[in-house]
């Protein structure tokens, strides 16, 4: 150990840390890139791995809704090769993952790659490349740049990120407190509605990773079609955005810890992502290298 306790943090406090700025400054890359990020119109795929999949779910549902046209998230491994797409977005902070260098090999469209790392494979076979050097990572959890790709892609949809930003750094300086039974509760189910469902994954994931919590997601209106049953006391649902009416009451008979504070759906996951490195140090557990991962996952050919 070192004398110096900020040298023992680990790396993934800072970087969550440096979300609002780093948010911002994604954002303001937005309009310079016109004609190379999506265009109103343009049918769009939008392609990741783990938590980058989530955020293309995240984009999807927010281009769609800002009637951009028609975007689809898919898994990179699930890419279908033949829909026709006007642009495929590949999202990776690594640019190495080898389900997105074979995807972005395989189709036809231009691909866009939105990445950390510059002059890697998935770069190299993308027609376009945006880095966010900036937003790069030492955790192998990701934080920082998941959210500020999400965060350029929202921007490019005319959305200002001023708001979400200073809503983040509130909940940095201590503002928007989680209920503290959640340090111990033994499982949480995250709900979102629309393009909050691939946000809610992500935060799930995140626990997953980081503390190797039992958590789950769903979108809001599948939830009471079975997940539901989970519910008890000692557990939690955490709702991201705002809840369809009748959600609440219906958790809240389950007698499970409810969290309904209807923020920004991504400064929600700021909480969620805080979460996660709270009890994984509290469990003991190193939440920059989770067990089984690597910053990326790279195959044998097959
Ligand atoms: C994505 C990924 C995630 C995983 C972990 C490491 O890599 O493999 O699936 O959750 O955080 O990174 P990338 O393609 O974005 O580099």
Redesign the pocket.
Known sequence: MSSDPAADAPYVREEIARQPGAWLRAARLAPDLVGVLPGPGESVAVI??????FMAMAYAGLREAAGHGRTDAFAASELPTDRGYDRVVA???????TE?VRAVTSIQAPVLALTAVAGTPVAAASTDTVVLDFADERS???TVFATSALMLLRASLGESIDAPSAQASEVLAGQHRLDPALASVEQISFLGRHWAYGVAQEAA?KLR?ACRLWTESYPQMEYRHGPIAIAQPGRAVWVMGDPVPGLVDDIRRTGALLVDDRLDPVVDLVRAQLLAVDRAQAGGLDPDRPRS?????VLADS
């Open positions: 990741g791995c783990g938590t980058s999949w999202i990776s902070r690594s640019g190495t993952t997105v192998v959890v990701q994931l990773e991962l690597a910053r990326s996952v």
